[in-house]
């Protein structure tokens, strides 16, 4: 069975000298799966133009949640960050420098890490005195961006390190590797990461991901210093220290003129527009990781959201922990500022704004919303989506339970009522909307009548995406409290008949589909390793968590360009079909 949520942890980040065709990553259904695989195809225009190779890790696991990125990508030569002042681009493939060190980047978790890694990737290399490899073996300093969400993640995360501190001890070169961590994991964890792993070097915050700069010049002076005393004794050395940058700062949020080298394909990019969480779900450990929330003045993301335009980007996805929070630091830190001037609705004008004053064709444009909770989601947002199909008609909003006595247990801020009243109201202003939400089971408390509710709620509803999880008792969690705990048999039988459910519901309305020859606008991903086919989206599917559409056949398709697409079949929770016109279509979803 294919699975719900296309979403794979693991990300490394490299540079590679051939101008070669970004492609998807192959699916699986399996866990745990850990296949590197490479892609190649013929050059084109936009192959010219933004230089991408993508290797994929393929390491599928339980925790897998709606926000874990997939790709191990290329470098292409992008800067970006608040200013236009910095942003460039290079027209030609990096050549590797046999003197200059390597670094390679490994990133796990949600897209939030994922820009994260981006950042410290544009510092890292910003100066040119380091490339980016995806060969462990080659890099001199490896990083890895640890996700600490879950116990499963941090099990993943310790993997992920254990793997290379075995190509680390490998290593036959004088100088040896150096490993960095960093990310969620080590906010809360550092003092085990310390303990159970000698062999890293650096420890970073995930706060302090701009500090990676100095973590290497500390690394390399001990190492000098290291040298030095060897050549004056024979003693053995002993292992290398840790270098700990700490910051008082739980999470990153850029300001100003801060690098950024885009690592997604060159007709995507994430904007993170907020960090940390001012929520207190009972099962939730992200504020305690994160820290309070932290937003980004709208006029800082104009200047990131241009610059994307001006780089040829046309599809951004606006990312933060609750997207719905957006701007309510600001209003509580400064008298004169309000919320309806400081809010989400006013930063998507902003956007549209921008669009319009953009000098290239706009019109293509996506504007994706990821994760919104069903109380933020007011009549002023369904306005301005209502408005202007450049806000693609699509929500993630989590909801987690349908059933009060749920909702309550886990501080949820809605009920019943006000998430079918949502739902409602969208699927009238906005008929052709498709809604994402995600779903736990085995909460602590849950009975068969709970989960019986749940069950009967997603047959109503019949919504388009739906993530099914399995609670996950975290210590640090106000729910680890709580009585009633749910065994694990329970929890694995529930979730199964809730998938099910869900696939039943996906595949007759696919199947709907088909008969009625829907066509949809489809912006082409690349080709698909386990099939040799070639794939895309269209603006009901998120990059790396839904379905995919299927190409029939062989068309002449350039990636990162729209094409009309008639359905012809489905697989499961994805599409299939075939392009009607062989030639790329200006019209807008």
């Known amino acids: ?32 799966s850990n296949n590197s695989i490479t892609r190649i195809s013929s050059s084109t225009q936009r192959q010219q133009q933004h230089q991408l190779f993508h290797t ?40 590797t420098n046999p003197k200059k060190k390597k670094i390679m980047f490994q990133s796990l978790g949600c897209p939030r890490n994922f820009v994260d890694t981006e950042v410290m990737a544009g510092i890292s290399i910003q100066d040119g005195d380091l490339e980016v490899t995806a060969n462990p073996n080659d890099a001199d300093y490896i990083v890895i ?7 499963s993640a941090r099990d993943e995360s310790k993997l992920a390190m254990e793997e290379m501190i075995q190509i680390k001890n ?38 302090a991901v701009d500090k990676i700069m100095d973590a290497i010049t500390k690394l390399e ?20 220290s840790f270098v700990l940058q700490s910051s008082k700062r739980r999470s990153f949020l850029e300001r100003g003129e801060t690098p950024r080298f885009l ?88 956007l549209l704004k921008a669009t319009d004053e953009h000098n290239n064709n706009t019109d293509d444009v996506w504007i994706r919303l990821l994760y919104l909770y069903p109380d933020e989601i007011t009549s002023e947002i369904m306005d301005i989506m209502e408005s202007d199909s450049r806000i693609c008609r699509y929500l993630d909003m989590p909801i987690q339970h349908s059933h009060d006595d749920m909702l309550r247990l886990m501080r949820r801020t809605t009920t019943n009522r006000d998430i079918k009243d949502t739902i409602h109201a969208l699927r009238q202003r906005l008929p052709n909307i498709h809604i994402r939400t995600s779903l736990m089971v085995g909460f602590p408390g849950e009975t068969e009548e709970h989960f019986e509710h749940l069950l009967n ?57 088909v008969q009625q020859n829907h066509r949809l606008h489809t912006v082409i991903e690349g080709i698909r390793e386990d099939t040799n086919e070639i794939v895309g989206r269209y603006f009901g599917q ?48």
């Open 221 to 240: 002076q001990e190492e000098q210093e290291k040298e030095e005393n060897e050549s004056e004794s024979s003693s053995s050395s002993s292992p290398s």
């Open 145 to 151: 961006n640890t996700c600490g969400f879950l116990q």
């Open 457 to 513: 709620f997603v047959h109503e509803f019949q919504l388009e995406n739906v993530g099914v999880f399995q609670y996950s008792d975290e210590p640090l969690a106000y729910s680890h409290k709580l009585p009633n705990h749910v065994s694990e048999d329970i929890k694995q039988e529930r979730y199964d008949r809730l998938m099910q459910a869900q696939l039943d519901i996906v595949q007759r309305r696919n199947q709907e589909r």
């Open 56 to 95: 994929i890790s393929n390491n599928n696991s339980k925790h897998c949640n709606s926000y874990q990125h997939g790709r191990i990508p290329s470098l292409n030569g992008l800067t970006i960050g608040s200013s236009k002042r910095y942003f460039a681009r290079q027209r030609r493939a990096p050549t």
């Open 263 to 350: 690592a997604t394909p060159p007709h995507y990019a994430y904007l993170k527009i907020a960090e940390g969480c001012k929520k207190a779900c009972a099962f939730c450990i992200i504020p305690k990781i994160k820290g309070r929330l932290q937003s980004k003045p709208i006029s800082q993301l104009i200047d990131e959201y241009q610059a994307l335009l001006e780089y040829g980007v046309s599809e951004i996805i606006l990312i933060a922990q609750d997207l719905g929070d957006y701007g309510k630091d600001f209003f509580k830190s400064s008298s004169s500022s309000s919320p309806s001037s400081n809010n989400l609705a006013s930063l998507l004008r902003a």
């Open 542 to 589: 998120c990059p790396d968590i839904d379905g995919q559409v299927i190409l029939e056949g062989n068309p002449r398709v350039h990636p990162g360009e729209r094409y009309w697409v008639e359905l012809t079949g489905y697989r499961d929770y994805d599409l299939v079909g075939r392009v009607v016109v062989d030639e790329k279509t200006k019209q807008s979803a």
């Open 170 to 207: 490998n290593n036959k070169k004088k100088q040896s590797k150096k490993l960095i961590v960093t990310g969620c994991m080590v906010n809360l964890h550092k003092h085990e990461i310390m303990k159970d792993y000698p062999q890293v070097d650096s420890i970073l915050g995930s706060g």
């Open 1 to 32: 069975m294919a699975s719900h949520c296309r979403s794979i942890s693991s990300t490394r980040i490299v540079f590679q000298r051939r101008l070669l065709l970004w492609m998807p990553f192959s699916s699986s259904s399996s866990l745990c």
